[in-house]
């Protein structure tokens, strides 16, 4: 199908947090911002929830943008944190739903644990952590970073990553998360399409086995973000080999988080020929057109 026949045009940006999770703007204020920026067409992916699809569905089509329901999945490969995008599948899918709300109920044990263990050092409680967050956002790091700001501890999310919320500083604690076969054929199996976060990002996140990869495109992996700023020029180059091995789609995206991280929407994008891919391929919940 043309991409004139599903009346979308323009930059597509595939990758985009609210305050429903680790943003920090409403659904709206991300897509008026992705607007401002020249995104026209636009996927929301909040961490493990689908609550802001209403209100970025219509915020879009009132700026006459085109807008297809999204998540961040995450999942674990061993030590390995994995995030799986999940575009158009059904958030009423009855086993994908028991998989994000025990993973969001398992994020606020775990988000308590890290704050205990940082208060042993630093003058830090869990109301702190509560302050920034809203309507029951999906609790992560990026909060306990804000609630650090507030205190005067770091300046920002990015120094509060690069050491209190390290791991190697030893406040860190894991969450439950399926492991990344789980997570594709979860989205899969609601009818949507499953795209592998920055899969190859510098750093410890190193990327998947090349044989495990084989087995998540088995069981329906839709393919591989591949232009985002964390994802290493040689990652990228292996990721594009297997993708046109195997004819999977390659998308681009900012990951914008509004005020809490520097990506700005727009930075990255998609081509219309794999937007065209992503609308055909998933089926378990319709695309918002202008
Ligand atoms: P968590 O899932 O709670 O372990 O936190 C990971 C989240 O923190 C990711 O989804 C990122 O959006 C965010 N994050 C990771 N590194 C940084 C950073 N340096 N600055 C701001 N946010 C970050
Ligand atoms: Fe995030
Ligand atoms: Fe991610
Ligand atoms: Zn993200």
């Known amino acids: 199908m043309s991409s004139a026949s599903h ?3 323009g930059p597509a940006d595939l990758h985009l947090h609210s305050n429903h999770s680790d943003g920090t703007e409403s659904p709206a204020e991300v897509v008026a911002q992705a607007h401002a920026h020249g995104v026209r067409t636009l996927a929301l992916t ?3 929830r689908s609550t802001g699809w209403q209100e970025a569905g219509d915020a879009a089509v009132a700026l006459g943008m085109t807008f297809l329901p999204g ?5 674990k490969h061993g030590w390995r944190s994995v995030h799986v995008l999940g575009y158009l599948f059904d958030p009423d899918d009855e086993a994908l739903r028991a998989e994000t709300d025990r993973i969001r109920g398992d ?8 704050v205990r263990n940082i208060g042993r050092d630093y003058d830090l409680n869990w109301d702190d952590v509560l302050a920034q967050t809203t309507l029951d956002a999906t609790v992560g790091r990026p909060h306990i970073a804000d609630a650090l700001v507030a205190r005067g501890i770091v300046r920002d999310r990015t120094e509060a990553f690069d050491g209190i ?15 990344p076969l789980t997570a594709v054929r979860l989205i899969t199996d609601a009818g949507g399409v499953a795209i592998i976060a920055h899969p190859v990002t510098s750093g410890r996140d190193s990327m998947m086995p090349e044989p495990y990869i084989e087995r998540l495109i088995e069981a329906g992996l839709g393919g ?16 594009r080999r297997i993708a046109a091995t195997h004819d999977l789609i390659v998308t681009g995206s900012s990951d914008y988080h509004g005020t809490g991280k520097p990506n700005r929407p727009g930075e990255h994008t998609t081509s219309e020929e794999m ?3 992503l609308l055909a391929r998933g089926t378990g919940t319709a695309p918002r057109f202008p």
């Open 165 to 179: 919320l390290h791991p190697r500083e030893g406040y860190y604690e894991p969450h439950y998360a399926p492991d």
């Open 71 to 75: 998540m961040e999945l995450s999942a």
């Open 46 to 48: 909040d961490h493990d």
């Open 224 to 239: 591989f973000e591949i232009d985002h700023r964390e994802n290493t020029e040689a990652g990228k180059r292996e990721l």
């Open 275 to 277: 937007v065209a891919r």
């Open 107 to 114: 994020r606020i044990g775990r988000a308590e644990r890290i």
């Open 7 to 9: 009346g979308f045009s």
